[in-house]
């Protein structure tokens, strides 16, 4: 099924087709709900992020792109207490639109609904393929100790979930 979804251990993963249906990545998900109207939000540490949108003051940020506001980030989501600021961008291509930031190496998307912030999306890529018209994709990834693999046939796909140490061979179809 195109830009299919699943979900393994409460992340929901999808995959990613290009128009003739080749596999071109599986991707990683997770949503981080924002507090109204403190537009505060932890992701996977104790740390709270604080949402501003005034725009940093010129020279404070890198590059030519300006910023459309910052993210504090503290223990205790004061601004007065912030250890890391980071610099939020109105959404591009590369985003789906959506106004995003970059956190570990992790791109943060912003979810709206009416104009206002209601969660901070988390993508990440687990799978990238270059599809070669003539020959089966195999994509083989590995979530929570867990080897999978997914095949991309040309009249069926199949998943498969492989056991540890068994010969992949007897997952063959």
Partial sequence: ??????????????????????LLAITGTKLYPIAQPALTFKLDSSLVFTISTTPPAAGNYAGTVVPIGTITAGSTGAVSSATTVLNLYAGTNESGGADFFMYKNVLYTLIKSAGVCTAAQKS????????????????????GGTTYLVTDGSTARHSYSVV?????AAYES
Avoid: C, K
């Avoid at 830009?3 to 251990?9: C, D, M, Q, Y």
């Avoid at 540890?164 to 992949?168: A, C, L, N, T």
């Fill in 124 to 143: 990440y890529t687990v799978y990238t393929s270059a599809p070669v018209a003539t020959q089966q994709q195999l994509a083989a990834f590995d979530l």
């Fill in 1 to 22: 099924m195109p830009n299919s979804t699943f979900t393994l251990g409460g992340q929901i993963y999808a995959y990613v087709e290009d128009a003739q249906h080749n």
């Fill in 164 to 168: 540890p140490g068994q010969d992949v």
